[in-house]
């Protein structure tokens, strides 16, 4: 099962087909997410209803991690097997990964002016999450170089498997730092710091947010793979 995915026609084929009914699953989550983030969860004891930016900005933040950690297992496995269609997938994750880092910073501000009376500071959890917008940029950067393909793939390869050192940095900066973020919200092993009424909304949005940017990465993907083998007789078959 897992190999026809190494095989560009299949894995072309199988996006085609399987995202019309993943932008249908998207939209009715988020749909469904910010119906209950918005409308159905209480208000915060503390936040008030500023909490409720919690909807979209905990999404972005956690798949700006998730992004990049695929991304830089991807490099490795090419650095490994030289397996073309890594660095390809790895390549669509990117742009979308970047936009979620930056979004995640952007609503982490905006959330933070009404409960930290500023909107940014320079703390652990912050800087080492802004620096990862800045990794994403220079693994685009680097991707996008086409002097000669399979040096840009081992040179980008190398570069987001090093730049991976940044993402337990960012989990674990709340703990091993005094930071004026606060702790992690769902993901410990404990009970979840909010009740049940905030958290199925929440955990609804994290599912269906990532699922609209695998959806963007998807589209990039099949765009990588028509470039790539374009010289192939079977681009002409599924194109037809």
């Given amino acids: 099962m897992f190999t026809q995915f190494l095989n560009p026609k299949s894995l072309y084929i199988f996006l085609e087909r399987a995202n019309p009914y993943l932008v249908l699953i998207a939209l009715l989550g988020l749909a469904a997410g910010l119906w209950g983030g918005l409308a159905l969860a209480p208000a915060d004891y503390q936040q008030g209803d500023a909490f409720r930016i919690i909807y979209i900005h ?14 830089a297992f991807l490099s490795g496995l090419y650095l490994v097997w030289k397996i073309k269609i890594f660095p390809l997938v790895a390549q669509s994750l990117a742009i979308p990964g970047a936009a979620m880092t930056f979004l995640a910073c952007l609503t982490g501000a905006i959330w933070g002016k009404p409960m930290w009376g500023t909107w940014w500071i320079w703390d652990a959890r912050l800087t080492s999450e802004f620096l990862l917008l800045f990794i994403y940029l220079g693994y685009i950067t680097l991707s996008s170089m086409s002097y ?62 990532g699922l609209v940017f695998a959806l963007i990465a998807s589209y990039k993907l099949r765009a990588n793979i028509l470039l790539s083998f374009k010289d192939k007789k079977w681009i002409k078959e599924v194109l037809s």
């Fill in 58 to 71: 905990v999404p972005f933040a956690i798949w700006s991690l998730g992004f990049y950690t695929a991304l």
């Fill in 148 to 209: 000669d393909q399979d040096s840009d793939y081992q040179l980008s390869s190398i570069y987001a498997v090093v730049g991976f050192i940044n993402v337990p940095i960012i989990h674990f900066s709340v703990h091993w730092w005094n930071t004026l973020h606060q702790g992690p919200t769902i993901t410990r092993l404990a009970k979840p710091a909010i009740s049940n009424q905030m958290l199925w909304p929440l955990l609804v949005m994290i599912i269906s947010i």
